[in-house]
């Protein structure tokens, strides 16, 4: 009786666990998301998986390790992670890539770190900066990365791009382009 009851447990926990691990990525499909928690919308990539549990927005094609487009909203109250500076109200966008920029540079995980160009753009009407860099990875692979970001009330929106320098950057960057066009607050 007690092996029935051991087995029967056995087998309850090994359907909780591989439901868990089916849900944690959706696929998406080539349409328009909308996320309320994070108010915002896109187009989403084809055949791209959404990580489901995290405090940011996460996509990959390929693996984490290989590829993300990763959309974070940070309140302007809270300091950067890195170098602890504080946002302003209403600041200049260059005064926000030129801080987005340290924080990037004195993340310890970014090896190498150069920025590449650093540039103002729009993004959905909003003036916005674009920061584009290259750093090694703690493993040694080189990584190629683009940050957009701006200020809307009191959010600062980071919209990221990172993927393997050799191959995946370059031929999965038009998705990345597509998405930050489509991009919009709600």
């Known amino acids: 009786m007690k092996k029935i009851k051991y087995l029967i447990s056995g087998m ?15 696929k998406l499909e080539n349409k328009e998301y909308s996320d309320g928690s994070r ?10 998986m959404r990580l489901n549990y995290d ?9 984490l390790a290989l590829n993300l487009i990763n959309v974070h909203r940070i ?6 992670e890195f170098t602890k500076k504080k946002y302003a109200d209403n600041m200049m966008i260059t005064d926000l890539a030129e801080i987005e920029s340290d924080n990037l540079k004195m ?11 650093n540039t103002p753009i729009d993004i959905s009407g909003r003036e916005a900066y674009r ?18 970001g701006f200020q809307h009330k009191q959010w600062i929106y980071r919209i990221k791009y990172e993927a393997a320098s050799q191959h ?4 999965l960057k038009s998705d990345f382009e597509a998405f930050l066009k489509s991009f919009q607050t709600i």
């Open 12 to 26: 309850v926990l090994c359907v909780v666990m591989s439901g868990c691990a089916m849900s944690m990525w959706t």
């Open 168 to 171: 995946y950057f370059s031929s």
């Open 55 to 63: 405090r940011d927005f996460v996509l990959t094609h390929d693996g």
């Open 39 to 48: 108010a915002f919308k896109a187009i989403m990539p084809q055949d791209w």
């Open 107 to 117: 993340n310890t995980n970014m090896l190498q770190f150069s920025v590449l160009s």
């Open 131 to 148: 920061i584009e860099y290259q750093y090694e990875n703690k493993n040694g692979l080189p990584i190629s990365g683009i940050q957009c």
């Open 75 to 80: 309140n302007q109250k809270n300091p950067l």
